[in-house]
């Protein structure tokens, strides 16, 4: 929960210089010497804004990266499938929707947002209708956990299943931290925060192939008048290590998958 602060610092810094922040994830049982000792060191390294230790190992976050796959890949999409979108009438919504649907059969896409769908958008879902497949609008808040609960038990009501989750719902409030409310800072968190945690929930019990959250690159660099969507989406970059390891015990099915897009 705590390590999306990370991105809060690092926009925190990018607005006064004058700001360092660091913030260091450590064993729940150490002594005082122990910490000191940790708190020392770190010092001397402020450019690591999140710091992890494991086994009295140090742990930084770092780049890694990743080389194209060069044999067949799997398919990431299946025919006959079920996919919820978020925020889904936004603009990479529409782009995943329609990828899906060119790549399977018969697939089943079900688009969310919070407004009622209006005709100046009824067109974006038309341009979708096809033979291939189909799609559907339905009006929802995913900050609210008992409506999240309530559609995605809906859904595999009426289709026996759901395969894949996209959230990609997200709002921008941009301000400086010295002029922004803490109203304008819980707005922005909350779809993101929130509502992946929702998404989670409601979806625990079921054998997902993929829940995959639309994070930024400002969740890994932090970004001057978006600290509040900085956290937000560095939330949403921890959840999915946290998600993953649940998947790894059992606890739920399907890869997690944090995109920060540029």
């Given at each position: 929960l705590l390590?999306g602060?990370?991105a809060?610092?690092k926009t925190?810094c990018?607005e006064?210089?004058h700001?360092i922040?660091?913030?260091?994830?450590t064993?729940?049982r150490?002594t005082?010497?122990?910490?000191a000792?940790?708190l020392?060191a770190n010092q001397t390294r402020?450019s690591?804004?999140l710091?992890?230790?494991q086994?009295?190992?140090r742990?930084?976050?770092?780049?890694q990266?990743?080389?194209p796959?060069q044999?067949?890949a799997?398919p990431?999409?299946?025919?006959?499938?079920v996919?919820l979108?978020t925020?889904?009438?936004?603009?990479?919504?529409?782009?995943?929707?329609?990828?899906?649907?060119q790549?399977?059969s018969?697939?089943?896409?079900?688009l969310?947002?919070?407004?009622?769908?209006?005709?100046?958008?009824?067109?974006?879902?038309?341009?979708l209708?096809?033979v291939?497949?189909?799609?559907?609008?339905?009006q929802?808040d995913?900050t609210?956990?008992q409506?999240v609960?309530?559609?995605?038990a809906?859904?595999?009501?009426?289709?026996?299943t759901?395969d894949?989750?996209i959230?990609s719902a997200?709002?921008?409030?941009d301000?400086?931290?010295l002029?922004k409310?803490a109203?304008?800072?819980?707005q922005v968190?909350?779809?993101?925060?929130a509502?992946?945690?929702n998404?989670d929930?409601a979806s625990h019990?079921?054998?997902?192939?993929?829940?995959?959250?639309?994070?930024?690159g400002?969740?890994?660099?932090?970004?001057?008048?978006q600290?509040d969507?900085a956290?937000?989406?560095?939330f949403?970059d921890?959840?999915?290590?946290?998600?993953?390891?649940?998947?790894?015990?059992?606890e739920?099915s399907?890869q997690?998958?944090?995109?920060?897009w540029p």
């Open positions: 390590a602060l990370a809060l610092l925190a990018l006064n210089p700001i922040g660091q913030v260091i994830l064993q729940e150490i005082t010497a122990q910490l000792k940790q020392q402020p690591d804004a710091i992890r230790y086994q009295q190992e742990q930084i976050l770092t780049w990266e990743v080389q796959n044999g067949q799997k990431t999409f299946k025919d006959r499938g996919y979108i925020g889904g009438m936004g603009g990479l919504g529409l782009i995943f929707a329609k990828a899906i649907l790549q399977t018969d697939a089943s896409i079900i969310t947002g919070r407004s009622k769908l209006t005709a100046k958008k009824q067109p974006s879902l038309d341009a209708s096809t291939k497949g189909q799609v559907s609008y339905q929802l995913i609210h956990p409506q609960a309530q559609c995605i809906e859904l595999t009501t009426q289709y026996g759901l894949g989750i959230h997200g709002i921008i409030q301000n400086f931290i002029n409310s109203e304008e800072f819980a968190l909350a779809p993101k925060v509502g992946c945690v998404l929930q019990q079921l054998k997902l192939d993929f829940l995959v959250c639309f994070s930024s400002a969740g890994t660099l932090g970004n001057p008048g600290a969507y956290t937000a989406n560095a949403m921890q959840f999915t290590v946290y998600r993953n390891d649940l998947v790894a015990s059992g739920r399907g997690t998958l944090s995109i920060n």
